[in-house]
C-alpha cells in the first residue's frame, strides 16, 4: 500500500511532524515500511506499507489516517472516524437478499464527463495510475481514499433518465455469461445478479458489466455502491473458481460508515466538476450494525505488559488507560469496584478487536511497547527438580564415567522389517515422509545402527548409551472389555562390544568382551545409582513381550531379564546378540541391555542420611588366628561366620574365608583367619583363650 504524504496531510494536520518520525511511529506501531520515497514531480513523499491480514482496515488512505492520527493523538480534520450509527439515515425494506448488506443507486443525468481536475490526476500519479476521464478516476480515487468500490454505468447505454424503483431486480436465475466469460464457468451456478429493466448491471460483488462502461460520450449515469454479505462471496467464489479485487474486498467485510461517506463523496465530486441533476436515490439496509461490548480486567492488564520502566515499578493508572483507550477511539468506562473496564469497539475495528487481550495489545501499543519493563521478575526461590530429571542426569553421569558415548536419535521411524506384524507399534496417520511412519518402541534399534554405521566406515565400534522416549500400544481389560492405550515411558538403552576390549597385561593379547564382565559392568551402574535389582531367565513370556523379529537377534541363553525383587515386575533386559552378519557383527561379541526408567526407579534406596557409625582407629597392633573347619557340602559357612560375629564381642575385629579344600566323600575344608584388636591395649593371652573358647563353643554346637 502507498501513502502519500501531501495527501495525508489534506485529512490530519502534519505541520509540525517530520517524516522521519512519522515513519519511526508507524513502525513501532506494527506497520511493516518497505520503502520511503520522493516524487520530485510532484513534490511529494511516498511511504509504501506491508499490512498485516488482521489490519484491512488500514489499507486505504483514510484507514492509515485514522491510525495516525491515534498515534500522534491528533484528531482528523473531517472527523472521518467519529460516525455513529444512530447519525446514519436508512432505508430498510421488507425484501431480504441472500448477497447483499447494502445497496444505493442514483442516477445523474444531463452531466459532461469531461477530464478530471489536475489535483485528481497528481494523485493518482502518486499512486502509478494515470487518469483517463472524469467518472472513471473519481471511481479509482475513491477507491484509494475509501478502499471503496463505487460503480458508475452509463445510463445512455441501458436507455433510462430515471430510476424506478418496481425494475431494479436482484435476480438469481440468469444467465452471466456476457459478464463471466472464465473457461471454468459452470452455467448450473447462479449467483445474485443485479438488474435494471433487461439489463444486468453487475454480478454482485465479484465483475461489473463492462459493456456499460462510461466514455467521454457519457450524458447520463447510475451510481451504485453494494456491501455485499462475506459468506455469499466465499460461496459463489468457490463455486465459480474465479477471484476478483472486488470479490477480495468484500470478503474483508466493507464498513458501512466508510461506504456511506464513500458513496456520499463520489456524488459530490461528479455533482462538482460534471455538473448534472441528481435524481431521487434507491436505497437498500439489511440489519444495523450491533455494538460490541468487552470487559477488560484492570489486573489483567498489568499482568501483560508489567511495569512501566523507570518509574519504580509503577503501572498505568486507570486516567492513563481511559485516555490510550479514548485516543484509540474506543468508548469506555471503568468500575472501580469491580475494577473492570466495559469498552465499546468503533465499527472499523470490530473485526480485529474480538478479545480482551486484543484491547491490552492496543493499549501496549500505543502507549509504546518499549516503555514497558520486559526483565524478568526477580526469583526467590528456586525451582524444584523432578527426582525423574535428577535420576536421569545422576545414570547419565554414571554412564559416560563407564567410557560409554551418549546418543540421540529421532522418535519417528521407518516401519522396517522388525516392526511388520508388532501389534504394539504406534502408527502415524499422515506421515510426512516414509522414514517417519511410526514411532519408535524401543531403543535398542538405534544402538545397532549407530555400531553399524561406524564399522561401515572403518571407526572402532563404541560403547554407546542413549536416554529416549518410547511408545507402545497396551491391551487394557476393563469389565471384561479389552481396550488400546498409547502409552510413552523413558528407557534408557546401552550396547557395549568390541574385539579388544580389555587384556591381562600388555604382553597378552587383547580380548573382546565376556558376558560376566558385561554383567559386572551394568552391576556396577546398578550399585552407583543404589538400584536394588534381581535378574531371573529370559522366558518365552519375556519374549510375547517385545516382537518376535527383535528377539531373535538376541542369544536366548545368555539373556537375562530385569526385574524388581518387590513387586516382582519386569523393568528390563539384558543379553548377548547373535553374531549378526546383516550389521557386520558376526566377528564381534555384542551385549545391550535396555531398562525402563520408571521401574528402576522404583528400585532406587533414597537414604535420607547415612548409616555409618564413626570411631578412631586403634593404635594398638592386631592378633591373628587362623582356624580349619570340616563341613559337610550342605553345610553353609556363612551361618557360622555371622553367629560368631553375633556374640558381639568388642576384641573380634573381622572374621574372613581365606581357602577351601573340597574331598571326595561329599565335605569339604574352610579355613577362617579371625583378627583381634582392643582399642585401649595390647591383647595378652588371657583374652586370646577367652575369645578361642567362645568360638570352639560355637563350632561345637553348630557342626555335626
Not at 265 to 278: D, M, P, Q, V, Y
Not at 394 to 403: E, S
Not at 448 to 464: P, T
Not at 522 to 527: G, H, I, T
Request: charged content about 25%.
Amino acid at each position: 500500500m502507498k501513502v502519500s504524504w501531501k495527501w495525508l496531510g489534506q485529512i490530519i494536520d502534519l505541520q509540525n511532524i517530520e517524516f522521519d518520525k512519522l515513519t519511526e511511529k508507524l513502525t513501532m506501531a506494527g506497520f511493516e515500511i518497505e520503502e520511503t520515497y520522493q516524487l520530485r514531480t510532484l513534490q511529494d513523499k511516498i511511504i509504501e506499507l506491508k499490512l498485516t491480514a488482521n489490519r484491512q482496515d488500514a489499507s486505504f488512505l483514510i484507514g492509515i489516517a485514522r491510525e495516525i492520527s491515534t498515534l500522534l493523538n491528533k484528531p482528523l480534520k473531517n472527523h472521518y472516524h467519529h460516525i455513529k450509527a444512530n447519525n446514519i439515515s436508512r432505508t430498510c425494506n421488507h425484501v431480504s437478499y441472500q448477497s447483499l448488506s447494502d445497496l444505493k443507486l442514483n442516477i445523474i443525468i444531463n452531466i459532461k464527463n469531461r477530464h478530471s481536475p489536475k489535483w485528481m490526476q497528481n494523485y493518482l500519479k502518486s499512486h502509478n495510475i494515470e487518469g483517463t476521464n472524469l467518472l472513471n478516476d473519481i471511481t479509482e480515487y475513491i477507491n484509494l481514499k475509501w478502499g471503496q468500490d463505487i460503480e458508475i454505468f452509463d445510463a445512455r447505454k441501458i436507455g433510462i433518465n430515471s430510476i424506478s424503483n418496481n425494475k431494479i431486480q436482484i435476480l438469481n436465475n440468469s444467465n452471466i455469461s456476457q459478464i463471466i466469460d472464465e473457461k471454468n464457468y459452470s452455467y448450473n451456478i447462479s449467483p445474485e445478479l443485479l438488474q435494471y429493466k433487461n439489463t444486468i448491471l453487475s454480478v454482485i460483488g465479484i465483475k461489473s458489466n463492462h459493456h456499460l462502461k462510461c466514455d467521454l460520450n457519457t450524458s447520463s449515469i447510475i451510481v451504485c455502491g453494494t456491501i455485499c454479505q462475506s459468506t455469499y462471496i466465499q460461496s459463489i467464489i468457490k463455486k465459480l473458481n474465479i477471484k476478483t479485487e472486488k470479490s477480495t474486498k468484500h470478503r474483508k467485510k466493507i464498513l458501512r460508515c466508510d461506504f456511506l461517506y464513500a458513496y456520499e463523496e463520489a456524488i459530490r465530486l461528479i455533482s462538482t466538476f460534471a455538473k448534472g441533476i441528481i435524481g431521487k436515490a434507491y436505497t437498500y439496509h439489511r440489519l444495523p450494525y450491533k455494538h460490541k461490548n468487552l470487559l477488560v480486567n484492570k489486573d489483567d492488564i498489568y499482568n501483560i505488559l508489567g511495569p512501566i520502566k523507570n518509574h519504580y515499578n509503577d503501572f498505568l493508572s486507570v486516567k492513563e488507560i481511559l485516555n490510550i483507550l479514548d485516543q484509540l477511539n474506543f468508548r469506555s468506562t471503568y468500575n472501580y469496584i469491580k475494577q473492570i473496564f466495559t469498552i465499546i469497539i468503533p465499527e472499523y475495528r470490530i473485526h480485529d478487536i474480538t478479545r480482551p487481550i486484543d484491547v491490552i495489545e492496543e493499549i501496549g501499543r500505543i502507549y509504546g511497547f518499549e516503555k514497558f519493563d520486559d526483565g524478568l521478575p526477580q526469583a526467590i526461590n528456586r525451582g524444584l527438580t523432578s527426582d525423574e530429571r535428577q535420576i536421569t542426569k545422576k545414570v547419565r553421569t554414571i554412564l559416560r564415567n563407564l567410557g560409554m558415548h551418549e546418543a540421540i536419535h529421532y522418535s519417528l521411524k521407518r516401519k522396517n522389517k522388525y516392526y511388520q506384524n508388532n501389534r504394539n507399534i504406534i502408527e502415524l496417520y499422515n506421515p510426512l515422509s516414509e522414514d517417519q511412519t511410526i514411532l519408535q518402541n524401543s531403543l535398542f534399534a538405534n544402538l545397532l545402527e549407530i555400531q553399524q554405521y561406524n564399522i561401515n566406515q572403518k571407526n572402532f565400534s563404541i560403547e554407546a548409551f542413549e536416554i529416549g522416549r518410547i511408545f507402545i500400544k497396551n491391551q487394557i481389560s476393563q469389565n471384561s472389555i479389552n481396550t488400546q492405550q498409547n502409552q510413552e515411558q523413558i528407557c534408557i538403552a546401552c550396547i557395549m562390544g568390541k574385539p579388544n576390549f580389555l587384556r591381562s597385561s600388555w604382553t597378552d593379547e587383547p580380548k573382546e568382551l565376556s558376558w560376566f564382565h558385561a554383567k559386572g559392568i551394568l552391576e556396577e551402574f546398578f550399585e552407583k545409582l543404589h538400584a536394588a535389582v534381581a535378574w531371573k531367565q529370559f522366558t518365552n513370556s519375556d519374549i510375547t513381550k517385545i516382537n518376535q523379529k527383535i528377539a531373535d537377534l538376541f542369544n536366548l541363553k545368555r539373556t537375562s531379564t530385569i526385574y524388581n525383587p518387590i513387586t516382582e515386575e519386569s523393568i528390563g533386559f539384558f543379553g548377548q546378540l547373535r553374531h549378526l552378519s546383516n550389521y557386520n557383527l558376526e566377528h564381534c561379541t555384542t551385549y545391550i541391555f535396555e531398562i525402563q526408567l520408571s521401574g528402576l526407579m522404583q528400585t532406587i534406596n533414597y537414604k535420607n542420611h547415612l548409616k555409618y557409625r564413626i570411631k578412631p582407629y586403634s593404635l594398638y597392633p592386631s592378633v591373628t588366628r587362623d582356624i580349619s573347619i570340616k563341613l559337610h557340602n550342605h553345610e553353609n559357612i556363612d551361618t557360622i561366620r555371622q553367629k560368631i560375629i553375633n556374640q558381639k564381642n568388642n576384641l573380634l575385629e573381622s572374621i574372613e574365608i581365606f581357602n577351601e579344600y573340597k574331598h571326595n566323600n561329599n565335605k569339604r575344608n574352610i579355613s577362617l583367619r579371625v583378627t583381634y584388636r582392643a582399642q585401649d591395649r595390647t591383647l595378652d593371652d588371657k583374652d586370646l583363650t577367652k575369645i578361642n573358647q567362645e568360638i570352639k563353643y560355637i563350632l561345637k554346637h553348630n557342626i555335626k
